[in-house]
């Protein structure tokens, strides 16, 4: 059985279909099953899990998390509650049911200072509230996963932190639904040209996932995204491109380059926020989608298209 929590957000409900489609046995839960409450989890876990899981059969993924990065500087708590506590109270309860575990977590655990793609091995340093929890988060995972805490990885499940950026799919609120609405309702929009990174589609990522559950790869942190690297700006125009040329724009609008400064935000937002996936190519032997290929398919799609306001 397959648990995936958070399931009814934008990762979470793309993963389900993703793992039901492939014939796999999968229970979601959203808020119905409170991950601040390590009881609950026990409880729950302990009806839909038989015991004695190894590699490809019992999993618990994780794709629940408070991801307002702004509101986060104002209720550090409730951060802290879904992204760390959260995130531990769930590794504690994939080890207590015999059961693999992976984990969603982002690239805000760095500083975005670097000037080459982030390996899984550099130092973190995150820079607000969100990115801290999250890094916490990822700490409480690895305790449970301790050997010297007498935890799954000396019973040899397998457990996977999985950092990603820039996420956008066909359910929730993204930049690509934002920017079509807005290209079709104004003349102009400004874009910042100063932050960098890949967009990753989560049908993407939910692919790997997949792939991962069966793999056998070593246990540890790896890296998601789309191939290539873009800023904000950049990857608004090829939305503005491949939404005028579907009729999915219809409205003329100008897409001008500005500076971080010109928007100022409560959280800092990283500068440079491009992740290397050379260790999960390596782990799985297949290559990854470029960022402009998967963003094509995206706006091809039937989810994009059956949208209501889609074109208005």
Not at 50 to 59: E, I, V
Not at 92 to 103: D, L, Q, T
């Amino acid at each position: 059985m397959i648990w995936v929590v958070g399931s009814r957000g934008m990762l979470g409900s793309t993963l389900v279909r993703k793992i039901e489609a492939e014939g796999l046995p999968c229970t979601g839960t959203d808020r119905e099953v409170d991950i601040t409450d390590p009881a609950a989890l026990k409880e729950y876990a302990a009806g839909i899990f038989s015991g004695g899981a190894d590699r490809g059969g019992d999993w618990i993924i994780n794709c629940a998390a408070y991801t307002a990065v702004d509101k986060a500087e104002d209720e550090p708590e409730a951060a802290a509650a879904l992204n760390a506590a959260g995130a531990g109270n769930l590794a504690a309860a994939a080890v207590g049911s015999g059961a693999g575990f992976i984990h969603i977590s982002t690239d805000y655990v760095f500083d975005g200072r670097g000037k080459t793609p982030y390996k899984e091995t550099d130092r973190v340093c995150p820079s607000g509230v969100y990115g801290k929890t999250k890094l916490e988060g990822e700490e409480l995972v690895l305790q449970a996963f301790s050997r010297h805490n007498g935890g799954a990885d000396a019973k040899g499940l397998p457990w996977y932190i999985i950092r990603t950026a820039w996420l956008y799919g066909p359910r929730g609120k993204n930049f690509v639904y934002t920017m079509v609405d807005l290209m079709n309702s104004r003349p102009e929009i400004k874009v910042v040209n100063d932050q960098w990174g890949t967009p990753t589609f989560s049908v993407d990522l939910a692919r790997y996932i997949v792939m991962l559950l069966s793999s056998g790869a070593e246990s540890g942190v790896y890296h998601y995204s789309g191939e290539g690297e873009t800023t904000w700006f950049d990857f608004a125009c090829e939305i503005y491109r491949i939404g005028r040329g579907k009729g999915l724009i219809t409205n003329e609008c100008r897409v001008s380059p500005c500076a971080t400064e010109e928007y100022p935000v409560k959280a800092v937002r990283p500068a440079y926020s491009v992740l290397s996936k050379a260790k999960l190519k390596r782990a799985l032997g297949v290559p990854l989608p470029d960022w402009k290929e998967s963003l094509l398919a995206f706006m091809s799609g039937p989810d994009f298209k059956n949208r209501p306001d889609c074109g208005k």
